[in-house]
Nanobody, 124 residues
Framework: QVHLVETGGGLVQAGDSLRLSCTAS????????MSWFRQAPGKEREFVAG????????YYADSVKGRFTISRDNAKNTVYLQMNSLKPEDTAVYYC?????????????????WGQGTQVTVSS
């Protein structure tokens, strides 16, 4: 069982930046596809970004493409989400998740381990 801990959330103004981190323990980090999801109040959890096991390819939701960057450091068992040019509509709880296999998917039910989430609030 992999244990995931997200950090880095907070309250920022529109246009600001934040970097989220997700550190894993209890598993073989480099064997997992890693993704970030988010869930805003009253909305379903949605895919934000994903990265393949060695970081060789990344994927983004259209709503964050060009503003967010996902990366990973397998030596540190950590995946990052650099968020620039934040907008009020980015306000949500952000979760990292692991997926066994080779491909990044956008459906949450294909991910087996989840962190507790970190709140990101963007004021206008």
């Amino acid at each position: 069982q992999v244990h995931l801990v997200e950090t880095g959330g907070g309250l920022v103004q529109a246009g600001d930046s934040l970097r989220l981190s997700c550190t894993a323990s209890g598993g073989t980090f480099e064997s997992y596809v890693m993704s970030w999801f988010r869930q805003a109040p009253g909305k379903e959890r949605e895919f934000v970004a994903g990265i393949k096991r060695r970081g060789e390819r990344t994927y983004y939701a259209d709503s964050v493409k060009g503003r967010f960057t996902i990366s990973r450091d397998n030596a540190k068992n950590t995946v990052y989400l650099q968020m620039n040019s934040l907008k009020p509509e980015d306000t949500a709880v952000y979760y990292c998740a692991t997926r066994e296999g080779l491909t990044v998917t956008t459906t949450s039910d294909s991910y087996g381990n989840w962190g507790q989430g970190t709140q990101v609030t963007v004021s206008s």
